[in-house]
């Protein structure tokens, strides 16, 4: 119960601050004028449209989740202020708790405005793509299904988000906000390339220790390649609920519960004073 008033607390200031409201109106924005930019992909172009929107909407979130986590665990420690939250009757894993399901609150609010916006953008890009290259009218059920087929692809980019998010709360718990967004950031880069690196290792074009380091950051880094369903996706495939969605629903879920017992340790003995 005091995780969730924490929670709470955390997701309005979330929504409140100025990052939310950029992030918000900067991607909106590209989410609405790629509607109209002609792609040049001989009729295809809502399949870039896909694409780009997935990535759009990813981000962005992932970029108020690093800053959000920095300003709310970091800053607060910095300040002082969590020791007049820790002096109440909460504990120091309440309080991570607390933050971290705020957090994911404000995320969350911003990724469901964004995939409205980027839902209603397919529904009318179909028409509109239709009409200018055919001249046809767009039947619903076909409406329908491209907005369908993206779901799977906003759920797995919001699951990348939410272990992104626990790694930074970690994070934050010893180092400021700076040094919090370069690692976090350098891991979604390397959680994407690892296994383009073992891929590469395993034909023998590195040497032992490139070989080695590609290896330690696949097994040690999480595999967020497995989270970017936007280049399947704008390719017509249809996702797999039980198949993929859900593992990797479970996936997410070990992760960042791992990431934040990371936390719970160097949280548990950090000086407040």
Not at 31 to 53: N, Q, R, S
């Amino acid at each position: 119960m005091k995780s969730i008033t924490i929670a709470l607390a955390t997701a309005k200031e979330t929504i409140r601050q100025p990052s939310f409201f950029v992030m918000a109106v900067i991607a909106g924005a590209l989410l609405i004028a790629t509607i109209f930019v002609p792609y040049f992909t001989f009729g295809e172009d809502i399949k870039m449209y896909k694409d780009t929107g997935l990535t759009t909407i990813s981000f962005a979130c992932m970029l108020l989740a690093l800053l959000t986590a920095s300003s709310t665990v970091a800053e607060e420690i910095e300040g002082k202020t969590a020791i007049t939250l820790l002096s109440k009757p909460i504990n120091r894993r309440q309080f991570i708790i607390g933050k971290f399901l705020g957090i994911e609150l404000g995320v969350l609010a911003l990724y469901v405005l964004l995939g409205t916006l980027f839902a209603g953008g397919l529904w009318y890009k179909y028409a509109y793509d239709l009409r200018e290259s055919a001249g046809g009218t767009a039947e619903t059920a076909k409406r329908l299904a491209q907005v369908l087929q993206v779901l799977p692809g906003l759920i797995l980019g919001f699951f990348e988000v939410t272990i992104l998010t626990s790694i930074s709360v970690a994070i934050s718990t010893r180092l400021p906000m700076l040094v919090n967004l370069v690692v976090c950031i350098l891991i979604f880069f390397l959680g994407h390339l690892s296994p383009v690196l073992v891929e590469v290792a395993q034909q023998g074009q590195m040497n032992e220790l490139m070989s080695f380091m590609a290896k330690l950051f696949a097994w040690i880094l999480p595999g967020l390649e497995f989270y970017n369903a936007g280049p399947s996706i704008s390719t017509g495939q249809i996702i797999p609920w039980y198949r993929y969605v859900l593992p990797a629903l479970g996936y997410c879920v070990l992760y960042s519960g791992a990431a934040l017992l990371f936390a719970f340790l160097l949280f548990e003995d950090r000086d407040l004073a």
